[in-house]
Nanobody, 127 residues
């Protein structure tokens, strides 16, 4: 079992940047893909970004491509999400996940069926 703790959320204006971090403990992350997901009020949780366990492959949902960047540091057991040019529609609770069966290419929902999840961090973007 892995324990994931997200941080870095907050309230910002449209156009601003935020950097989310996820710290893991309990099990090494080195052999697992990591991802970020978000849930807006009244909506289901959705995929945002994913990175392979070596960090060489990534995928993003179309709405954040070019604005968000996912990265990881396996030595520190952390994964980050740099979010630039934030929009009000980026508002939601952002969750970190590990244990995802992703290696390359496009993400599919079945890859995170057995993932471990953090508690989430709130991101609010005002217009």
């Amino acid at each position: 079992q892995v324990h994931l703790v997200e941080s870095g959320g907050g309230l910002v204006q449209a156009g601003a940047s935020l950097r989310l971090s996820c710290a893991a403990s309990g099990r090494t992350l080195s052999n697992y893909a990591m991802g970020w997901f978000r849930q807006a009020p009244g909506k289901e949780r959705e995929f945002v970004a994913i990175i392979s366990w070596r960090g060489g492959d990534t995928d993003y949902t179309d709405s954040v491509n070019g604005r968000f960047t996912i990265s990881r540091d396996n030595a520190q057991n952390t994964v980050t999400l740099q979010m630039n040019s934030l929009k009000p529609e980026d508002t939601g609770v952002y969750y970190c996940a590990s244990g995802i069966r992703y290696w390359r290419g496009r993400y599919s929902p079945w890859m995170s069926e057995n993932a471990d999840w953090g508690q989430g961090t709130q991101v609010t973007v005002s217009s």
